[in-house]
């Protein structure tokens, strides 16, 4: 069979009906998007992989999804293609933040595609990045805390642990690690914002979609004040490094919302946000493209495997200073969003 490009649709889950590129073999479609690397995705069966410390014997299928007449899935969770539609936009928009904002092409950066797994597991609570399979994971959730974990910025945010591998590198434990996380919740909600879907607009909230009413909580994690997830840290201090890489993430992600949006209460999409400072100072934002160039350029230049929040400062304050120059308005935003979370 000769293949070709396609335009397609789907119904997604939490998008509502998304337009997909894919793949024509023969008489049907594939969910293959060759104008993104080859991105595709398939159903895992709800098989896991069987894996000893880093090696895995066996990997769970990725069988490819196949469509008829290109019009996919019925946006309910009985059909088996919603959630791969969900998945596979998921890394469309991902590559395109990366592509259009950051001029890079994929993960790695050398224009080649990812794969997603849907329907991992039984009741998996959890999606995942792997970099040796150069895919992603994505479990349905057990339906009491999690539903299926497909939203954007959980897509964002694991892939964005494959782009940290590429670069910097953060080790992931310590305050390193609170920063690899941190930098994945980062650029996940820049992924969120940039897609502009009416159904699953951007907020500073990991994970709203995903959360079922037994969590007993609206989002898994929250930018604005991280610590009212109960365990994350809203401000640094000499026991952070302690902390899950979820929870010492807390101190990177409140100074991105600081830096962007800046102190105090204020809706955005709908949502309300409020951001105190640890210092009792009153910080004023410079936006969410700066952030995003700011901590881009800061990953991919200045960080390395052992940055702690001390050395986050100083990358991102150098990388202010290359972006928007020496003493510039943006340079002393960076320096006061720390300074309010304790990172001084
Ligand atoms: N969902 C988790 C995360 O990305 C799984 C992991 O890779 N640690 O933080
Ligand atoms: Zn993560
Ligand atoms: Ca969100």
Redesign the pocket.
């Known amino acids: 069979d000769t293949l070709e490009s396609a335009s397609g649709d789907g119904k997604s889950l939490y998008g509502g009906k998304v337009a997909l590129n894919t793949t024509k073999s023969g008489s049907s479609y594939q969910l293959k998007d060759a104008t993104r690397g080859g991105t595709y995705t398939g159903d895992a069966e709800n098989k896991t992989d069987k894996c000893l410390l880093t090696v895995c014997l066996t990997r769970a299928p990725a069988t490819l999804f196949t469509d008829a007449d290109n019009h996919w899935a019925t946006g309910a969770t009985s059909d088996r293609a919603t959630v791969a539609v969900d998945a596979q936009y998921g890394t469309d928009v991902t590559w395109d933040y990366y592509k259009n904002v950051h001029n890079r092409k994929g993960i790695a950066g050398d224009g080649k595609g990812s794969f997603n797994r849907v329907h991992y597991g039984k009741n998996y609570n959890?999606?995942?990045?792997d970099d040796n399979c150069f895919c992603m994971t994505y479990g349905d959730g057990d339906g009491k805390q999690l539903g299926p974990l497909v939203s954007l910025d959980v897509a964002g945010?694991?892939m964005s642990?494959g782009v940290t591998s590429k670069t910097a590198a953060l080790t992931y434990s310590g305050e390193s690690g609170g920063l690899n996380?941190a930098t994945?919740d980062i650029f996940g909600t820049l992924v969120e914002f940039h897609a502009n879907n009416s159904k699953d607009p951007g907020d500073w909230l990991i994970g709203e979609k995903v959360v079922r009413s037994g969590l007993g909580r609206e989002s898994l994690r929250r930018m604005d004040k991280p610590s009212k997830d109960g365990k994350s840290a809203d401000c640094w201090n000499d026991k952070v490094a302690d902390l899950d890489?979820?929870y010492s993430s807390g101190v990177g992600n409140h100074f991105a919302y600081l830096l962007a949006e800046g102190s105090g209460t204020k809706t955005i999409n709908g949502v309300s946000h409020t951001s105190p400072t640890c210092d009792g100072t009153t910080v004023k934002g410079i936006g969410k493209a700066k952030l995003g160039k700011i901590w881009y350029r800061a990953l991919t230049v200045y960080m390395t495997s052992s940055t702690d929040y001390a050395a986050a400062r100083k990358a991102t304050l150098n990388a202010a200073k290359d972006l928007y120059g020496s003493g510039s308005t943006e340079q002393k935003a960076v320096a006061a969003a720390w300074s309010a979370v304790d990172v001084g």
């Open positions: 959890n999606a995942f990045w945010h694991e642990h996380e994945s890489v979820h």
